[in-house]
């Protein structure tokens, strides 16, 4: 429709079998179209690395080999828990001044202030340095706009590139809008990385010994080439503020409503961390089955987003229909996490479940660090806390699923 070539849904487990057998040695997965044309518009800069959720094929497979070794250490994140331990008692000193005194209660639109505290705890890794966005006193125009870009992203991929829009035949006034937050979401992050590189070039021309130098991931992403570390540092923002925040605020939600379990994982928690000055290490951080357990069973609950898409490589039969190869298809696998044929087979794999690749797994680990380091001062806001009954993991599933 409107010069978008047609799409086949696929709702179940066989289909999408078939598909990810067919998908060839690198997945095709054309999807954000409009994001990846205003990369190819300034092809002098995107050419060799347009970006892990816009490229396809070999070009995504180079982009990922290159990157694997940084993004999926874990040990590479122990050297954040410090500075995520301050970002969060940033946030909880700005929970204080934004509750109502009396009921302790958060104002409705406290998703962003999450919001704010994901970016902040994402840019720290993602262009090494604050930015202040907390309470909002000390960031900059740049920042808010940049927070502001991410977040118009995904509308617009949603509005141009699933929507029926005619902006493939007419430019209309939202692609240019569209085109304006990916100009700025570029300009930003390459005035950021590059103000990194600076503050990098001079700490070492300070340092004669770099023998015991622990390195950020930015610093090791520029290492390997600078236009990387830009992108790459362009797609942490894209693709893991949202995502964790809303996550964040849905496991707030599912906690809300089920207070015993709160109370469960607010003991594990103590048990861990026992006074207000213990630190979140990557040692102790391994103790927290239950908050793992919680944060897996939201995330199948109310997953991100509905599923991905691919294209088979050679023609395929998907429910009986013959579907020609590099059509596109849309996994819609999101809607397969509540269904009851499959349940009891995830809680009998549990703790495997939803853990299935390192990528995933080292992102969840950002998120407990986050959800962890805020978690206490959120059950004194919930202020619903009761009796420990000694609930177990599958008792939340069961829980949560009615
Ligand atoms: C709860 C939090 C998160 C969820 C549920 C999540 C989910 C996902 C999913 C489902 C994909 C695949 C999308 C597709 O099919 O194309 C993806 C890709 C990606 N995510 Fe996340 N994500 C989360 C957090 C993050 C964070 C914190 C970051 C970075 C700091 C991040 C960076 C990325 C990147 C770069 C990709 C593209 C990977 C590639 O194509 O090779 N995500 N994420």
């Known amino acids: ?203 070492k021309s300070k340092k004669v010994n770099n023998n015991e130098e622990i390195y950020s991931i930015l610093e090791k992403l520029l290492l390997i080439d600078e236009k990387l570390a830009i992108v790459m540092a362009m797609d942490m923002l894209i693709a893991g503020v949202d995502t964790t925040s809303v996550t964040i605020t849905a496991i707030l939600l599912c906690l809300a409503k089920n207070p015993e379990k709160q109370r469960l994982l ?21 103790h927290l089955p239950y908050l793992r357990a919680v944060i897996k069973e939201t995330l199948r609950y109310y997953p991100n987003g509905t599923g991905t898409l691919r294209c088979p490589k050679q023609d395929v039969i998907l429910s009986g229909y013959k579907v020609p190869k590099d059509s596109k298809v849309f996994l819609n696998f999101n809607c397969l996490l509540r269904d009851e044929t499959f349940l009891h087979k995830l809680i009998n794999f549990y703790p495997n479940v939803g853990c299935a690749t390192k990528t995933i797994r080292n992102l969840n680990l950002i998120l407990s660090v986050i959800c962890l380091l805020v978690w206490d001062h959120v059950f004194v806001l919930a202020n619903v806390w009761q009796k420990w009954n000694g609930s177990s993991y599958f008792e939340i599933v069961a829980e949560f699923q009615s």
């Not at 060839?24 to 409009?34: D, E, L, N, T, V």
């Not at 300034?42 to 690395?49: S, V």
């Not at 706009?145 to 005619?166: A, G, H, W």
């Not at 928690?269 to 026992?274: A, D, G, T």
């Open 1 to 203: 429709m409107f010069g978008k070539p047609d799409m086949v849904m696929v709702f179940n487990t066989k289909d999408i079998e078939t598909v990810y057998r067919n998908e060839g040695q690198w997945p095709m997965a054309k999807f954000r179209i409009s994001q990846t044309l205003s990369r190819k518009i300034r092809g002098d800069f995107f050419k060799e690395t347009i970006g892990l959720p816009v490229s396809q094929g070999e070009q995504w497979s180079k982009m990922r080999t290159a990157v694997n070794p940084v993004l999926l250490k874990p040990q590479n994140l122990s050297m954040y828990l410090k500075p995520l331990q301050e970002i969060s008692d940033e946030f909880i000193k700005r929970i204080k001044e934004i509750r109502d005194p009396n009921t302790l209660e958060v104002p409705a639109d406290f998703d962003r202030e999450l919001n704010r505290l994901t970016f902040e705890s994402v840019a720290l890794v993602a262009l090494n340095r604050k930015l202040n966005l907390i309470n909002g006193a000390g960031s900059s125009p740049d920042a808010e706009r940049l927070i502001e870009c991410t977040r118009l992203n995904f509308d617009y991929v949603f509005k141009l590139d699933i929507q029926p829009s005619m902006w493939r035949l007419i430019r209309t006034p939202l692609y240019y809008q569209s085109m304006k937050v990916q100009e700025d979401l570029f300009r930003i992050t390459q005035k950021y990385v590059n103000e990194a590189l600076l503050q990098i070039k001079e700490k």
């Open 266 to 286: 607010r003991e594990e928690i103590f048990k861990v961390l026992p006074t207000k000055d213990s630190v979140l290490d990557d040692k102790n951080m391994k």
